[in-house]
């Protein structure tokens, strides 16, 4: 499951959505047929370390994603045109090996926490 932040664009029965809530209110709003794009605009490095971090996932992986299309001028392995750039993210970038890990207390001396392995 994917979780779509609120005025976030998404794909779904071929289309593409954005996702609105204000004041408990939710909207769905049909932008467009999911084949026709509009203007491609890439993201910035911080737009995408921000996208990672809100989601659980690690800057190190953020800049991987980033490095990797903006080097392929925002193509994906097969070449084809990225159109949505948070929608490759999830679905390709989101995986377990880049999740924030937080370290389990091991035990506690003298009033401070040590981390383990």
Same mark, same amino acid.
């Given at each position: 499951?994917?979780? +779509?932040l609120?005025?976030?664009e998404?794909? =779904?029965?071929?289309?593409?959505?954005?996702?609105?809530e204000?004041n408990? %209110?939710?909207?769905? $709003? /049909? +932008?467009?047929?999911a084949?026709?794009? &509009? #203007?491609?605009?890439?993201?910035?490095?911080?737009?995408? &370390?921000?996208?990672?971090? *809100? @989601?659980?996932?690690? *800057? *190190?992986? =953020?800049?991987k994603?980033? #490095?990797?299309?903006?080097?392929? #001028?925002? $193509?994906?392995? %097969?070449?084809?045109r990225?159109k949505?750039?948070?929608?490759?993210?999830?679905?390709?970038?989101? @995986? #377990?090996e880049?999740k +924030?890990? /937080?370290l389990?207390? %091991?035990?506690?001396k003298?009033?401070k926490?040590?981390?383990?392995?």
């Amino acid at each position: 499951m994917i979780k +779509i932040l609120n005025n976030e664009e998404f794909i =779904a029965a071929g289309r593409v959505w954005m996702f609105h809530e204000e004041n408990g %209110k939710v909207t769905l $709003k /049909n +932008i467009r047929a999911a084949g026709k794009t &509009k #203007d491609f605009i890439p993201p910035t490095l911080e737009e995408v &370390k921000l996208f990672f971090k *809100e @989601r659980g996932y690690t *800057e *190190e992986a =953020a800049l991987k994603f980033y #490095d990797y299309y903006s080097l392929g #001028d925002w $193509k994906d392995g %097969k070449g084809n045109r990225v159109k949505i750039w948070k929608q490759k993210a999830s679905s390709v970038w989101f @995986r #377990d090996e880049h999740k +924030i890990v /937080n370290l389990p207390v %091991k035990e506690k001396k003298e009033g401070k926490f040590l981390f383990g392995e």
